[in-house]
Nanobody, 119 residues
Framework: QVQLVESGGGLVQPGGSPRLSCAAS????????TGWYRQAPGKQREMVAV???????NYADSVKDRFTISRDNAKNTGYLQMINLKPEDTAVYYC?????????????WGQGTQVTVSS
């Protein structure tokens, strides 16, 4: 069993630069990919950014040049550095990880962390 715990959310002023963290623990041989998703009120969950174990990244067009995803493989922790936040970035941000354990691969989700961009 794996737990993903996000942290770093909260109330942020427009233009702010918070960093989200996602710490994974449990039965993990390796984390194949880590992703950040978000869900705003009344909207579907959407992909924000994904990073593979090799460091390849993919971003939603709406966050390119403002968000940076990274990971520390030794710590099983992923990060999402956000800059120049806008009110439309307000959402619950979820961490997702594709995990290898033994001969299995599976996906795990964190509980989410609220990011509210408001003055």
């Amino acid at each position: 069993q794996v737990q993903l715990v996000e942290s770093g959310g909260g109330l942020v002023q427009p233009g702010g630069s918070p960093r989200l963290s996602c710490a994974a623990s449990g039965s993990i041989d390796s984390i194949i990919a880590t992703g950040w998703y978000r869900q705003a009120p009344g909207k579907q969950r959407e992909m924000v950014a994904v990073i593979t174990s090799g460091g390849s990244t993919n971003y939603a067009d709406s966050v390119k040049d403002r968000f940076t995803i990274s990971r520390d493989n030794a710590k099983n922790t992923g990060y999402l550095q956000m800059i120049n936040l806008k009110p439309e970035d307000t959402a619950v941000y979820y961490c997702n990880a594709r995990i290898a354990h033994g001969r299995f691969e599976y996906y795990a989700w964190g509980q989410g962390t609220q990011v509210t961009v408001s003055s």
